[in-house]
């Protein structure tokens, strides 16, 4: 059962890092003129220091509970919470080749922002499937996985 538990925290550190790109995605602001490549710099940085962040609380809530706390522990740390990081991978490419292909920046990073949600709808999708469940019940969990990045079009559109 410990591989099953560490799959599916692995899985939700992908899930959240799909959530916090879409979140650093929607704060651009088309006022502010915004930039693919300062916006593909804040993401990365973002999801950089998440990451970290992550890996050291859990190595510290180890510690805390009385676990060893050498390098090792830091190592998986970090390991652990390496799905995060890679959940920005592919906004990231959409975004850099619909500025490539010559989109507008805006356009490229809203492009970024709605690869999130279709991320987010896929993990719906492979819920649903995992779970054996009808289409009609698999396409209502990909379109409620898919609703929390709407929140954040939503916040966009609102903020801006």
Do not use: N
């Amino acid at each position: 059962m410990p591989e099953a538990h560490d799959r599916a925290e692995g899985l939700a550190g992908a899930i959240y890092g799909t959530v916090l790109v879409a979140g650093v995605l929607a704060t651009t602001s088309p006022d502010s003129d915004p930039h693919a490549g300062e916006t593909a710099f804040y993401v990365i940085a973002t999801v950089l220091v998440f990451w970290l962040a992550h890996a050291w609380a859990l190595t510290l809530g180890h510690r805390a509970a009385g676990s060893s706390h050498g390098r090792r522990r830091v190592r998986h740390g970090l390991a652990r919470e390496w799905p995060l990081v890679q959940s920005a991978v592919l906004p990231l490419a959409a975004l850099g080749l619909a500025s490539l292909l010559g989109a507008s920046d805006e356009s490229a990073i809203d492009i970024a922002l709605w690869t999130c949600i279709a991320v987010l709808a896929g993990w719906g999708i492979a819920i649903g499937r995992r779970e054996e469940a009808s289409r009609w019940r698999t396409a209502r969990i990909a379109a409620g996985c898919a609703a929390l990045g709407m929140v954040m079009v939503a916040l966009k559109t609102i903020a801006h």
